[in-house]
């Protein structure tokens, strides 16, 4: 069983389209998490939420939009996307608290905009 | 959070140990230190994280400086399924909320058959 999934794999999409990465965590974590990586490999966080509650909001354009319906997922709606949106987007999940040390990634999703 | 600094790329052989160093000069009393790895065409996974004392798993071993300003992740006998870009990154343990593994550039460590 995967501990975090994320649908689709790979998007390839034209500019100004409006679409949706989905994520689910099996391992019963309580916080989710997305983070890009760009061209340059750099990974860097989007957002975090904690019991469905948006915590963690970094700079990102408000055509990025996360949603968590419940505490294990955590879907990504990208609206009016533009070529620079053209990334692999990784969701990731961990525990809070004293047990929680470790964070868990999914295999990513490649986003390809032309 | 606190800087690591690592060098950009490694080279080793299979089958040989594999040393790979973090400075972290700037590293606070409640950070602990944490390695992942990535590798191609994956996302991050967790290796091994420690506070003071050396730490092993069946993954790999840490080696933390008495100062605690450097440590160096090693590899025993590397794989050619190690071949990745290594992470050190500082964080406060537990995990509270806001709490975020910020990535820096990471090792990326080639294995020669």
């Known amino acids: 069983d995967t501990a975090v999934s994320q649908t689709p794999k790979y998007l390839v999409t034209q500019m100004g389209n409006d679409k949706s990465i989905k994520c689910e965590q099996n391992?019963?974590?309580?916080?989710m998490y997305w983070y890009k990586q760009d061209s340059k490999k750099f990974l860097k966080i989007m957002f975090s939420?904690?019991?469905?509650?948006?915590?963690i909001n970094e700079t990102v354009p408000n055509r990025f939009s996360p949603k968590s319906p419940d505490k294990a997922h955590l879907n990504l709606h990208i609206n009016s996307l533009e070529l620079g949106d053209s990334a692999v987007y990784f969701c990731?999940?961990?525990?809070?608290?004293?047990?929680?040390?470790?964070?868990?990634f999914g295999e990513g999703s490649w986003l390809t905009v032309v | 959070d606190a800087k690591t600094t690592q060098p950009n790329s490694m080279e080793s052989n299979e089958e040989e140990p594999v040393h790979l160093p973090c400075n972290h000069s700037?590293?606070?009393?409640?950070?602990?230190i944490h390695w992942y790895r990535q590798l191609p065409s994956q996302g991050p996974e967790y290796v091994i994280h420690?506070?003071?004392s050396n730490v092993n798993n069946r993954m790999a071993s840490l080696a933390i400086a008495e100062d605690r300003k450097s440590s160096t992740l090693i590899l025993h006998r590397a794989t050619l399924r190690d071949a990745a870009v290594y992470y050190c990154?500082?964080?406060?343990?537990?995990?509270?909320?806001?709490?975020?593994?910020?990535f820096g550039e990471g090792t990326q460590l080639t294995v020669n058959p």
């Open positions: 391992l019963g974590h309580d916080t």
């Open positions: 700037t590293i606070s009393g409640t950070d602990y």
């Open positions: 420690g506070l003071t």
């Open positions: 939420y904690n019991n469905k509650e948006l915590i």
């Open positions: 990731a999940s961990s525990r809070l608290g004293p047990s929680g040390n470790t964070i868990y």
């Open positions: 990154i500082l964080r406060d343990k537990p995990l509270t909320s806001g709490s975020r593994l910020t």
